[in-house]
């Protein structure tokens, strides 16, 4: 199971952020190895930069082919409703183990959802608890662009993602939770408004893993 684009990645691309002056265009993907090239915006501003590290596990479980839609999981009247957009259709993409859906691409409003699947449960648990200290390492990096908690009521493990770079005038939030062997990754990028709730992804959440297999 490859966790890896979603909480460590997060960190990473806020951390290279803070590099980026007040009129840089943040990416809207959290995974600096992703093929599309969704955008927060129209594009970045002169000067900008894109994370080139990737917080990648040494040791990485057996992955399982990912069948599962990740718009069906959050359609486009729910990631409408939860980040306070108008979103059009969602744009889904990826391989044969990670399957992302994005909404808003080349918006000021990008909301990701990311689907992984491990060979088993304990695939996916060792190599969540992996990520977390890869996570929680490149966060102490970010000073206090980035502030990672844990969520018991979600699914069997959760993690909030909170992204502070109000110096560039975004906001972020994120909500990434397994169940099983599934990991599914929320997250929303928000130019000059507010990034959902943490009640609305919260029942965003519960309805995803109610469409879980």
């Not at 959802?113 to 200290?133: C, I, K, S």
Request: with cysteine; charged share 15%.
């Amino acid at each position: 199971m490859k966790l890896a684009p979603t909480l460590a990645a997060t960190v990473v691309l806020a951390f290279a952020l803070t590099a980026c002056g007040s009129k840089d265009q943040p990416s809207a993907d959290p995974t600096p190895t992703a093929s599309h090239n969704a955008r927060a915006g129209s594009g970045p501003g002169p000067g900008s930069s894109s994370p080139t590290q990737s917080y990648t596990p040494s040791s990485s479980p057996k992955a399982a082919e990912v069948t599962i839609d990740p718009c069906q999981l959050v359609t486009q009247q729910e990631a409408s409703d939860m980040a306070h957009a108008s979103f059009g259709p969602g744009k889904e993409e990826g391989t044969k183990v990670r399957h992302t859906c994005v909404y808003g691409a080349q918006t000021p409003n990008v909301l990701m959802v990311f689907v992984l699947q491990g060979a088993t449960t304990g695939d996916a648990q060792a190599e969540w608890n992996q990520l977390l200290a890869e996570a929680k390492s490149a966060a102490g990096q970010a000073a206090n662009l980035v502030q990672l908690t844990p969520d018991s009521s979600i699914g069997d493990r959760a993690e909030w993602v909170e992204l502070n770079l109000s110096q560039i005038g975004v906001s972020g939030r994120g909500l990434a939770f397994l169940q099983g062997p599934v990991g599914v990754y929320m997250i929303d990028e928000v130019r000059g408004g507010s990034a959902p709730s943490r009640d609305a992804m919260s029942t965003q959440a519960q309805t995803v893993l109610s469409r879980l297999p």
